[in-house]
């Protein structure tokens, strides 16, 4: 509709058909149509790819149990919370998946072992971010242990192990697959996201 408004008071003005193609044309190239630039820009096509990746798995999601209101129990070390932090931000950004973040969700004043239980309570899973900083952690230590009494408690994993930096993996984590976000070129929140699709994690 718009292009033929354009076309029409061009054509009120001057009818040369030459002028009106030229100005079509250059006012297609002003718009925000993609141009064939564009479709071969490899930035813009790894971003197209990676938003219909997305959504894929935002369709695949499964939806929250009863009684959850947070997909991912976060357990990091302090010392590690800006990169920690930026995972969350795509997880909950990108993907939808809402978490319980400590530096942000537990209540100032609260004793922490209780926002810790109550955190894990409300949430899907629970993602340790393992580093050195996350072994040398008393708060991480009692999250781990706490995380493996519920999936016990529960007969299911209830664990998502993320490795942040090169460390030991726990023996107790060893059956489990990890996301190796040492990788540079890992897309560790789609990782993360996509875990979840796993029926035989997710039960």
């Keep these: 509709m718009e292009n033929y408004s354009l076309l029409k008071n061009i054509q009120g003005d001057n009818g040369n058909p030459d002028v009106i193609f030229d100005t079509c044309l250059n006012e297609e190239r002003n718009s925000s149509f993609p141009t064939a ?6 930035t813009r096509k790894r971003r197209s790819q990676r938003s219909g990746a997305d959504l894929d798995i935002q369709h695949n999601l499964p939806e929250l149990p009863t009684g959850k209101d947070k997909y991912f129990f976060v357990s990091y070390s302090s010392e590690d919370s800006d990169r ?12 939808k998946l809402p978490c319980v973040y400590a530096n942000r969700d537990f209540q100032p004043g609260k004793n922490t072992q209780e926002c810790i239980k109550e955190g894990m309570a409300r949430s899907f899973k629970v993602l340790l971010f393992l580093t050195p ?6 708060w991480c230590y009692h999250e781990k242990e706490y995380a493996f009494a519920c999936s016990v408690e529960k007969r299911t994993n209830f664990i998502i192990p993320v490795k942040l930096e090169e460390c030991e993996i726990p023996s107790a984590l060893m059956p489990l697959t990890y996301v190796d ?23």
């Design 181 to 203: 976000a040492t990788d540079p070129n890992s897309d560790v929140p789609a990782k993360i996201a996509s875990a979840l699709i796993d029926t035989e994690t997710c039960k």
């Design 133 to 138: 900083n996350f072994h040398q952690s008393d």
């Design 37 to 42: 630039d564009d479709r071969h820009n490899p």
């Design 84 to 95: 920690v932090w930026s995972y969350v931000e795509d997880l909950e950004n990108r993907f």
